[in-house]
């Protein structure tokens, strides 16, 4: 008797589109409650929008979303933009990013080798990381391996980790877990940032695998 096939088996059949994954990972600890988690939540759904207008992007492009406060919670697997509905979040509790951030890049893992498994092409994968807080309330030996896996990645090409500080971030903690630069963001501009993310998405996926991509202006945030 066969084995039934796997989800991914089918969905890989149905759409054999190279991927462009991107994780969401994001900061919903006590002190984003309030105005910062209502635009945090508007800014997803401008993303789904600006997404879904561009038909090849919208079956290229894969989000998934992380949260992290006093635990980590994967939101949203995988799926790619025409599938995604964004979840309205909360803010409370403490700020676990250490503990998000190798959680994210597990699942890129995981997702490039089914990838691999499916014939399916990928392009590089993206990590996006939005915080106004540091590491709060985990050991630093797990904030020290997630900074390490990340600079590794980076020099690897296997994955791109972008961080966001939003008002009240400690920049310079940012700077030291990730490789390049975090950006300020301007206010509360998620909806101009998440409108910049769509538009670099929908460049990458438009390229060849392993193309150079010049991304939009950042006139949502300052390095």
């Known amino acids: ?8 088996e089918i969905e890989f059949a149905e759409n054999p589109e190279p991927r462009c994954p991107c994780v969401l990972l994001l900061d919903t600890s006590g002190s ?21 207008e561009d038909g090849l992007a919208s079956r290229r492009v894969e989000i998934a979303i992380v949260t ?15 599938q995604f509905e964004p979840t309205t979040l909360s803010a409370g509790g403490a700020t676990a990013m250490g503990t998000g951030i190798v959680t994210g890049l597990d699942m890129v893992q995981n997702r490039k ?10 392009y590089r994968p993206w990590i996006f990381m939005i915080t106004d ?42 700077q030291s877990i990730a490789a390049r630069a975090p950006v300020k963001l301007n206010g509360l501009n998620f909806g101009e940032m998440f409108v910049w993310l769509s538009a670099s998405m929908q460049r990458v996926s438009h390229s060849k695998v392993d193309e150079q991509v010049d991304l939009p202006p950042l006139g949502w945030g300052t390095v």
Do not use: C, H
């Open 1 to 8: 008797m066969s084995e039934e096939p796997k989800l991914e």
């Open 32 to 52: 984003m409650s309030g105005s910062a988690i209502n635009a945090l939540n508007e800014g997803l759904q401008t993303f789904k929008n600006a997404l879904t």
């Open 68 to 82: 992290f406060d006093s635990k980590v919670n994967v939101v949203q697997d995988f799926v790619t933009a025409d």
């Open 113 to 122: 080798t089914q990838y691999r498994e499916n014939g399916i092409t990928y």
């Open 133 to 174: 807080g540091e590491p709060q309330g985990e050991a630093n030996d797990i904030i020290d391996q997630a900074s390490q896996r990340i600079k590794t990645e980076e020099e690897n090409k296997s994955a791109a980790f972008f961080a966001v500080g939003v008002e009240g971030a400690n920049m310079e903690k940012l």
